[in-house]
Each structure stands twice: as structure tokens, then as C-alpha cells.
């Protein structure tokens, strides 16, 4: 059984940080471009960064470029992403998704004040 579990998020003041990681399982990690994609509430999905199956081309939506860091550890079925800088329009449910294949649960980043 296919599955990506995301964790790391919760409230942030604007301007602070937190590390989304999403663990995988039911296939071959190491093969499959990852990609995080979120949902502000009550708007549709936007796509965040994405990451080749080998770690060595990130690529990153204009909204979070130079903020985030997305990375892999594909000895242990990890995708990553490092959040900087956080501003309020960050707030979003982020989801880890193998190349749109399966798609996780979802984890709630708040940034407020």
C-alpha cells in the first residue's frame, strides 16, 4: 500500500520557520520525482517545488523561490522542505505528492501574528 505522510506543520509567527517532512512508503522511493503542492483556504491548489528523483534539480514556484528548500533522502524514504521566512500567505494545507501519482493527507501551516 502506497503511502506519504506529512508532518511538521503548525503555527508560525510571520517571518519564522518550520520543516515540512513527508514520509514514504508502498513504492520505489528513489525513482519517483517529488513534488509538495498546498491549498490556501479556500483556493485551489498551487504548486510549491518539486524535486528529480535523484535530488539534483529543485525547482521552485515563483511565490516561495529563495524561501523554501525542498530535499530528498532516498536511504530513507524522505522528501523534505525547508520554510523560510514565512509570510501569511504561506498559510496553507502542504501536500506531498510522488509526481501526482498518491498524494498524502496533508499538513496545516498557520503563519499569523
Known amino acids: 500500500e502506497v503511502q506519504l505522510v506529512e508532518s511538521g506543520g503548525g503555527w508560525v509567527q510571520p517571518g519564522g520557520s518550520l520543516r515540512l517532512s513527508c514520509a514514504a512508503s508502498?513504492?520505489?522511493?528513489?525513482?519517483?520525482?517529488m513534488i509538495w503542492v498546498r491549498q490556501a483556504p479556500g483556493k485551489g491548489l498551487e504548486w510549491v517545488s518539486r524535486?528529480?528523483?535523484?535530488?539534483?534539480?529543485?525547482k521552485y514556484g515563483d511565490s516561495v523561490k529563495g524561501r523554501f528548500t525542498i530535499s530528498r533522502d532516498n536511504a530513507n524514504n524522505t522528501l523534505s522542505l525547508q520554510m523560510d521566512s514565512l509570510k501569511p500567505e504561506d498559510t496553507a494545507v502542504y501536500y506531498c505528492?510522488?509526481?501526482?501519482?498518491?498524494w498524502g493527507q496533508g499538513t496545516l501551516v498557520t503563519v499569523s501574528s
Open positions: 505528492t510522488n509526481n501526482g501519482h498518491y
Open positions: 508502498g513504492f520505489t522511493f528513489m525513482t519517483y520525482a
Open positions: 524535486l528529480n528523483s535523484r535530488g539534483t534539480r529543485p
